[in-house]
């Protein structure tokens, strides 16, 4: 039996009830064979990003196929000091996002309404067929975990962490320039050198991800790690849906009293530990 | 009732109900304002009252927002520099005190001890999350002290280089360097020029809840992003009210 399960969980953020607009939020999670992988995606908030929320969808989904091709022939001995592989997974990805997008595009083009609000500048390229991606802008964190290794890989803002056995703490590296209300996405053009990723050998005993809305609602970066750490022991002392349901319950009223934001948290746990 | 029992059981057996530490955003606006000793008379008169002013529609925008709070933050810089507050105020805790002119104009060393507290070991500590600051600076000179040294230390800054940043010159073009302000806010669109005091009381109004505005929405793709909205905005915004300010001709100068 595979030891490994995964569990997500997306709730409106607040101000986007108050303001009606839609999530932008994604998450999924799945298991392949005997691995376990999780993702979330932020579609951004701001009027360019008018299908953010269709394009956060397609991000997640584009990384869970790739992730699943990935783990299906790869293995901890084969991804052993393997950066080239990874960086061909970041290359399918962006390329599986940036394909759903055109194809919904194409069935889908842009109505007057939807442009209407944009820059006269910006309207004239969407309308000309340019830059089309940036209506889908996201960003992407997905993980994967397999019987003797994890990776994870991450671009734009939201964290990613793993808890070890050992009670040590690995997370993807982000990126330095990411202050305040600035990520980056995948809509770029350079979308792929802002993309990280992180692999370790051995099982951790969790891997967990959000999307900043999540981070951004507490006072401190170890009251949202506390935090975390608390979603994980409830998913591995209680029943999955039990669990679920009381983390909605609370993103939503968190929402409300913290950053206002979609909030998406997924993950990986691990029954063997 | 049964059902209202139910529900507050429920409730209280949340096992996250006592989760520590949830808080709202903050965005930071930074006065960053000359007092030296050509901005006397009325160049001053016109931003003590115009930052006064404007204080209360700052309050009223922070109360608005129901998911950020907006604080502020106030150097005032002539013979040195000095921070009003010693950390930032929430909009209805600040208070402007109605600052004198005098002496020279120490830019680099405001430059500096803004460079020290945006960190977030100091003014950007908040919430984890907190927005890009948005930085305004009014001045009617040239810097006396070596500013070009601070400028490059600040613009290595991670929020700096994130920040909204505008700047408005205060009097005419032969009095004020507009290099030195498009040196600071990064392009010529976001340097203003207040011929009037009336004019000035305007921008100041305008730029302040234009900044709190746009500075306090959520992420944004890219450094240069939020400062692009800013001077669309800021643009548009100056456009509307550009009627009445050629009226503004014939008010007042500074001299």
Redesign the interface.
Known sequence: MNPLTGFHVTVRGASHIRHNADCQDYSKSACFGSAAAAAVADGHGDVRYFRSGTGARFAVEAALKSVREFVKRENSETLKNADEKFDQLKKNIILNWNRKVVRHYSSHPFSSEELEPLSERRRSFLEGGKLIESAYGTTLIVSAVGADYWFGMQLGDGDCFAFNRDGTVSSVPREDSLVGNVTTSLCESDAFYHFHHIYCAGSPAAVIMSTDGVKNSFSSFNCYRDFMEKIVSEFSSSPCQTTKKNLMEFLSEMTEKGSGDDLSVAGVLNSAY | MLLLIERESL?MS????N???????TMVLFFVVDTSGSMAGKKIGAVNDAIFNVLPEIRKISEDN???EIKIAAITFSNGAKWLYDEPKPADEFSWPYVNADGMTDLGEAYRMLNEKLSRNAFMN????????AIFLMTDGEPTDDYKKELDRLNQN??F???IKVAVAIGEKDDVNDEVLTEFTGTPEAVLRAHTPEALAKMIRLVSVTASKIGS???????E??QK?FT?ELNKQQQEWQPVNSADDEDEEWN
């Not at chain 2, 949340?14 to 109900?17: A, K």
């Not at chain 2, 929405?217 to 450094?223: M, N, P």
């Open positions: 409730s949340n096992p996250f109900e989760t520590e530490g949830i808080a709202k955003r129901a998911d950020a908040d919430v984890e999350g907190s927005y890009a600051p991670k929020w280089r994130v920040a929405q959520s992420s944004t793709v890219g450094q992003s939020r909205t669309e």
